[in-house]
Structure formats: structure tokens, C-alpha cells
């Protein structure tokens, strides 16, 4: 199994910048996506933006532009820029990363515990 664990949320004023980051780590994976997802309050949970091993980023319509996704997978990190925060984009921010086991191909998906962004002056 992989353990997932973010971190970096916090409070910030609107028009301003964070940077969420999420470490994972135990089984080795292939073909894994790597992905955030948030859920506001009374909302379902949403994806924010995903990348795979070899680079390629999508986004959600609502954040393209503004935020920012990115991997290291030599250390099995992942990061989330957010620039021009919203107060709609207060949220609980959750890591998950989806693969193949490397030796036995079972499939995996691991979530994180989520860390809490909140938008406000």
C-alpha cells in the first residue's frame, strides 16, 4: 500500500499564494497519477488537478491558470501552487495517487488525510 500524507494548508487572505505539498511513500508503483481533489463545506469532492509520472498536468476549469501541480518522482512528491486564492476555493485539500503495484500489479489508490485551505481578509 502507498501512505499518503499533505501538508502546507493554512489561512490566507484572498488574492494570495500557498503551496500544498504531498509525500508518499511504501509500495513502488507504475503508470501512477498523482492527483489533489478538494471538498468545501456541503460540497462533494472535486479534482483540482492530476499528473502523471511522465509529466502531463490536467486542470479543473475553475483553477486552471491560477494554480499550479507539480512532481518530484525521484522523491515521490507532489505540489499544488495556489496563486489568487478565492474564498471559493476554501476547502479541504486531498492528495491522492493511483497506480499499479510494480511487482504483483495490484491496483492502488491511496488518499491522504487532507489538509484544510481557508480563504478569507
Known amino acids: 500500500q502507498v501512505h499518503v500524507v499533505e501538508s502546507g494548508g493554512g489561512l490566507v487572505q484572498p488574492g494570495g499564494s500557498l503551496r500544498l505539498s504531498c509525500a508518499a511513500s511504501g509500495s513502488v508503483l507504475r503508470f501512477n497519477v498523482m492527483g489533489w481533489y478538494r471538498q468545501g463545506p456541503g460540497k462533494q469532492r472535486e479534482l483540482v488537478a492530476e499528473?502523471?509520472?511522465?509529466?502531463?498536468?490536467t486542470y479543473s476549469d475553475s483553477v486552471q491558470g491560477r494554480f499550479i501541480i507539480s512532481r518530484d518522482n525521484a522523491n515521490n512528491t507532489m505540489y499544488l501552487q495556489m496563486n489568487s486564492l478565492q474564498p471559493e476555493d476554501a476547502a479541504v485539500y486531498y492528495c491522492?495517487?493511483?497506480?499499479?503495484?510494480?511487482?504483483?500489479?495490484?491496483?492502488?489508490?491511496?488518499w491522504g488525510q487532507g489538509t484544510q485551505v481557508t480563504v478569507s481578509s
Open positions: 499528473i502523471t509520472s511522465g509529466g502531463t498536468a
Open positions: 491522492n495517487v493511483r497506480g499499479r503495484a510494480l511487482f504483483t500489479n495490484a491496483p492502488v489508490d491511496s
